[in-house]
């Protein structure tokens, strides 16, 4: 049987190629120290015939999307510091609230009605934080990124004048 599987031509689309050989290269890479120069990138590029400038654009692209990686990874972050800050907040305030009303009227009436309300929203903020598929999700990306970028090139321009003069 192994004699007629050999003699068989078996044709793959280009999607297929890239999935088979991402599946061997991630078998073959068991060892997460191992590191391929660049030289060894064109070598590999050559045997598929694939031309430098073809590779110089994927490197680019693939460059471009670790930064906005790092970038989406840094508003997580600071979505999650500003939730955990929210949270904590709510916790706070509520838990005077709650012992105000139980010190004050000897059970708990009115301090209840505002712990489930401000609990709502305290809800809703943590679906909008933890939920990173959505449109309200990019919108805010793009909103905060454009902030960082404008923040970075105030302090580069404030630098080269103000602090090399």
């Known amino acids: 049987m ?19 050989l991402h599946l061997a290269i991630a078998r073959q890479a068991n060892d997460k120290e191992k590191e391929f120069s660049y030289e060894q990138l064109l ?3 050559a045997e598929l015939e694939i031309p430098p ?11 471009d999307k670790q930064g906005e990686m790092q970038q989406r990874q840094a508003f997580n972050i600071y979505r999650q510091r500003r939730f955990k800050k929210r949270f904590g907040n709510y916790a706070i305030v509520n838990s005077v609230l709650i012992l105000v009303d139980l010190v004050g009227g000897g059970g708990l009436f009115w301090s209840l009605y505002i712990l489930l ?7 809703f903020d943590a679906c909008n934080t933890y939920q990173t598929n959505s449109e309200e999700y990019e ?7 454009r902030k960082h970028q404008l923040k970075q090139t105030f302090n580069t321009v ?8």
Do not use: C, M, P
Request: aromatic share 18%; no cysteine.
């Open 117 to 123: 309300f401000w609990g709502l929203g305290v809800a």
């Open 139 to 145: 919108i805010a990306f793009q909103k905060w990124h």
């Open 43 to 45: 070598e590999i590029a």
């Open 53 to 63: 400038e073809s590779l110089k654009l994927a490197e680019r692209d693939w460059l």
């Open 158 to 165: 404030w630098n080269k004048f103000f602090i090399k003069a």
């Open 2 to 20: 192994a004699a007629s599987e050999s003699k068989v031509t078996r044709f793959y689309n280009q999607e297929d190629v890239q999935q088979i």
